[in-house]
């Protein structure tokens, strides 16, 4: 596809519900990040893919969220048992470098999903 | 620590009035240094990537420079279109990529 595309853009989960979030990178994207975004602050790291493997997943604020991109392309990150502190902006971003000692490129991100837990 | 600070936290300009942006960082290995632009309800949109101290970028009214230690982001003469949040990012030991919270500008006509 021609940009970076997430859904659901909007999700409101009751209390303790399990919400799976899906990113579809850019054709061809190596590195894939995930992040979450608080009102008035800046993306929090969650966790990095490099193909399908999982790199880095130390952002992760709990057991209850997990990350998956199994073939290297689509990803998707899940909560289990939400909670309201888990209402956030979830924003994917992809790039073309491989990192490991190599010039890393700008991610390009998408939309978001803009969870809600009522 | 490890850490990436922006200010100021909001900026207000008049239309034509030329300002700059922030941004230090204590990190190690900086790997490079990406500046980004955020409309509400918009993921980040790439602007500039600046990989060593000297180093400058240019875009319309936008121009980005790098020293060891922090990164500005000049704006020449801004026009209401520029009102966003202009987030800074570093990217160092390998696959860390961290934001700063962003500095929201606010320019009236």
């Known amino acids: 596809g021609a940009g970076v595309s997430q859904s659901p853009r909007y999700k409101v989960a009751k209390r303790g519900q399990d919400v799976a979030l899906r990113c579809d990178p850019i054709?061809?994207?190596?590195?894939l990040f995930w992040y979450q975004q608080a009102l008035g602050q800046g993306p929090e790291f969650l966790t990095y893919f490099q193909n399908e493997a999982q790199l880095d997943k130390s952002g992760l604020p709990s057991d209850r969220f997990f990350a998956e991109r199994p073939e290297g392309s689509v990803s998707t990150l899940k909560i289990q048992r939400t909670q309201q502190e888990d209402s956030a902006v979830y924003l994917c971003?992809?790039?073309?470098?491989?990192?490991?000692?190599?010039?890393?490129?700008?991610?390009?991100f998408g939309q978001g999903t803009r969870l809600t837990v009522v | 620590e490890d850490q990436v600070t922006q200010s100021p936290e909001a900026l207000r300009l008049q239309e034509g009035e030329s300002s700059s942006l922030n941004c230090s960082y204590t990190?190690?290995?900086?790997?490079?240094l990406f500046w980004y632009r955020q409309d509400p309800g918009k993921g980040p949109e790439f602007l500039f990537t600046l990989y060593s101290a000297g180093e400058e970028k240019e875009k319309e009214r936008l121009k980005a420079t790098l020293t060891k230690k922090e990164s500005f982001l000049h704006i020449t003469a801004p026009k209401p279109e520029d009102s966003a949040t202009y987030l800074c990012a570093v990217i160092y030991n390998f696959n860390k990529f961290y934001f700063g919270s962003g500095t929201k500008l606010n320019v009236k006509p």
């Open positions: 990190v190690s290995g900086l790997r490079g």
């Open positions: 971003a992809s790039s073309l470098d491989r990192g490991w000692g190599r010039t890393f490129t700008e991610a390009f």
């Open positions: 054709s061809g994207h190596v590195s």
